[in-house]
Structure formats: C-alpha cells, structure tokens
C-alpha cells in the first residue's frame, strides 16, 4: 500500500518564485502542494487551513516575516507541520533564529529542482538532519556565548553519542548500524535527547549541542 503524498504549503512573497517550486513539486508523484501564501501572516492562515506535511517557508517576507510565521506556526498548532525555511543567503541571521525556533531545516533559493524535492522529502520522514554541514556552519557562525547548560551532564553516554550522530545527519537507521543496535534502541535515545535538551526536534538539538560547546565547533 502506497503512502499517501506528501503535502506541502509555499510561502513566498514572489509569485514566480512560488510557480517555480510548484512546477517542480507536483511533477512528483509523492509531493502535493495544498496552498500558497504571499506574506507570513497568509502562511500561518493556510496552514491552520490545509494542515499540510511540510511548509516551505521565505524569511524576509512583508507584514509577518518568515521567522515570525514560524514562530507562530510552532507555537499555536498541536501537531505542526515541518517548516523549511528559504533563503538567499547561507549566513542569514534569520535563518539561524528560525532553526532555533523550531524550524526543521533551510534550503538556498538557488537549490536545484532534485535537491529541492529531495529536502521536503527528508524533512517529511523526520528522521535526518537536513543539509548537516550547512547547519553546522550557521550555528558556528552564529552561536551565542552562553554558559554550559545543565542538559549537558544529564547525557548518558549512549546519548552523547547518539547526538554527535545526529549532527552528522544520520538517520535513525544509519545510527543503530553504526553503534550495534537496534531502531527501537535508536528512537528511546534520540527522545531521550530531545527531552533533556529542551528540543522540539533534531535541528534544534543540534543547535542546542554547538551553542553549549558540546561539539567540537572548530
């Protein structure tokens, strides 16, 4: 039995660049795109209407930015979608903000069609990093000095090892192999995690572990 596609809300105050991403979405058999918005205040509107899988979300939109949006998404909705946020450039202090916030992940605007389909894709199994160097190299450049939290000393071992894992962007699958174990193992740590470290997902934990030092950020 197939699984039903995925589905997917564009948010961007350009209408071409909205045409273009449906073009390349719907030619996929799995990716369906169930709304639009032009601003971030219409983006939380049709999410709240369409309840999609996945958002695809610019920062720098008027009205409501991307950020905000996000923020309001995360915050109002009992079971969020997934948000990718959009942006022209890689150091985009917005987008460093929305990661924290919640956000699963960014993609540059200048991404290919197959990278594209292939980030809604990853971000939809919820189970991988996306774009972990990227990620890494946001929060090294804008990780904010702050003393070591608690959560740190709570890891277990297993668990230390099982984020370092995650911020290499392994998925689930990936990380049992690599430590000898089994899945179900792999998902009670990465919830463990999660809940120590205060993270709506594994973006956000990966952000927490650089802001706390606890990788080797050089």
């Excluded at 660049?17 to 971030?40: K, Q, S």
């Excluded at 370092?164 to 919830?191: D, F, Q, S, Y």
Aim: proline share 6%; charged share 25%; with cysteine.
């Amino acid at each position: 039995m197939s699984r039903p596609p995925v589905r997917i809300v564009l948010a961007d105050d350009e209408r071409m660049v909205r045409t273009a991403l449906r073009v390349i979405l719907t030619a996929e058999p799995d990716l369906e795109v169930v709304g639009e918005a032009a601003d971030g205040a219409e983006a939380v509107s049709v999410v709240r209407e369409t309840r999609p899988d996945v958002v695809l979300m610019d920062v720098r939109m008027p009205r409501t930015d991307g950020l905000r949006a996000t923020e309001q998404i995360l915050a109002t909705l009992a079971d969020p979608p997934r948000i990718v946020v959009l942006t022209t450039f890689e150091n985009d202090s917005y987008v460093y903000d929305a990661l924290r916030a919640g956000a699963a992940g960014f993609l540059l605007k200048r991404a290919d069609a197959e990278e594209l389909v292939q980030a809604v894709r990853l971000v939809a199994r919820s189970d991988s990093l996306l774009f972990p160097a990227a990620v890494r190299a946001l929060a090294v450049g804008h990780a904010r000095a702050c003393p070591t939290p608690p959560w740190v000393a709570r890891l277990t071992v297993r668990e230390s090892e099982v984020l370092r894992l995650m911020a290499a962007g392994l998925t689930n699958a990936e990380i049992a192999r690599r430590m000898g174990v089994g899945p179900a193992t792999v998902k009670t740590h990465v919830a463990a995690v999660l809940a120590k470290t205060g993270a709506r997902d594994r973006t956000q934990a990966v952000i927490a572990a650089y802001e706390a030092g606890f990788m080797d950020a050089r």
